[in-house]
Structures are given as C-alpha cells and as structure tokens.
C-alpha cells in the first residue's frame, strides 16, 4: 500500500500480495488507515494512510529491490484495471519511472532485460504523454519535469530529439526563447533524420 502512494486501492494490494487477501479492518481499527466514501477507480474500495509519515516509514522498510518490483507490479495492474486512460497518466508515469530508474536497473532488472526494456518504455510513453497533459492545463514546470525523466530513460537517439523538441514546445508556451533554443539545439547536436532537422532549423 506505502508503494502505491498517500491513497490506495484495496484490489491493488491484493494484486501485490499475490491474492493474500490483507486485513484492512485492523488497519483501520489501529487507525493507520481510512477507508474514503468514494473511490477514483470504479467498483475499488479506496483507503487513504491518516498520516503521511506512516505511509513514508512502511515505504521505507522496503529494500530497493522490493520497491522497484511493486511499482512495476503496480503500474501494470493500474494499466490494465483503467484501461490506459488519461486520468492515469501521472500515476502510471511515476509508478513506471520508480521501477526501471537508472540507478537501481542493473541490481533489479539485470536478470530480466527483456522484462526492463518493456517496462522501461512503458515508463517514457507514460511521462511524454502526462507532459502533454500538464503542457495543456499550462503547468509548465511540470511537463518540463516529466519530459526530463523521459529523456534520462529515453536510450534511443531519435527518442531523445522527440522528447527534446516536446521540450522546446513546453518552453514556447511560457514565453521562453532561451529554454525553447537550448532544447532545439540540443536535438540538433544529437542528429537527427534530415526532414527533422529541416523542420528543428525552420522552428529556430
């Protein structure tokens, strides 16, 4: 539940506990969690930790190993439960960039490439698309923050320079022409396809 976030979902931790059903009753009785009235997901009872602190020291007392598997496991069942929908989009790019960080990859994944590389890309889609949602509710910092992740776990040259102008995107939309031509130029350095680098040229 800690892994999940402040608010968890009763189905969730059951996916995670392998089907071990937990007793959430007792977690409430002892006052370390609520149950809400309403729920974000459909026909999932929702919790909520009383305190944040709570959530932080049982979050805690995970090994890095632990947590990066649970993130994984969970963004894959919220990807399936909802559906891939945007609502989503900034859990799931969480969840999935928690699972595959670079720091951390070779001591969880290094016996599952396969396995990384999925999820690694899960986590980019995941990122550039709640940046273009954030981008267009206009929370700027945000989208720039996303796409910054995106691009450290993007490995793919082309990648980088789509991400990179996602990024030029974000700072025109503040009015930024120093940020926008930095990323720009960024792009460029890392050479692209001819018809991207005509369209980079044109912007600039």
Request: glycine share 6%; net charge negative.
């Amino acid at each position: 539940a800690a892994v999940i976030g402040r608010a968890f979902w009763a189905g969730a931790v059951r996916e995670l506990l392998g089907g071990t059903e937990p007793d959430f009753r007792l977690l409430e009785q002892r006052d370390f969690v609520r149950r809400r009235p309403g729920s974000s997901l459909e026909a999932e009872r929702e919790f909520v930790f009383k305190h944040a602190l709570t959530r932080e020291v049982a979050y805690r007392t995970l090994t890095t190993r632990e947590r990066a598997l649970l993130h994984a496991d969970f963004a894959t069942w919220l990807e399936r439960r909802g559906a891939g929908r945007d609502e989503d989009a900034p859990l799931l790019a969480h969840h999935y960039a928690e699972a595959v960080w670079p720091d951390t990859a070779d001591l969880v994944w290094g016996d599952e490439p396969s396995r990384y590389e999925e999820l690694r890309a899960s986590a980019v889609q995941w990122l550039r698309r709640a940046a273009e949602l954030a981008a267009g509710r206009f929370e700027i910092d945000d989208a720039l923050a996303l796409l910054d992740r995106a691009l450290e776990l993007e490995p793919e040259a082309q990648g980088k320079v789509g991400i990179l102008r996602e990024t030029g995107e974000a700072h025109k939309l503040r009015y930024d022409p120093q940020g926008f031509r930095a990323a720009l130029e960024e792009a460029l350095a890392l050479g692209p396809d001819r018809a991207d680098a005509a369209e980079i040229y044109a912007q600039l």
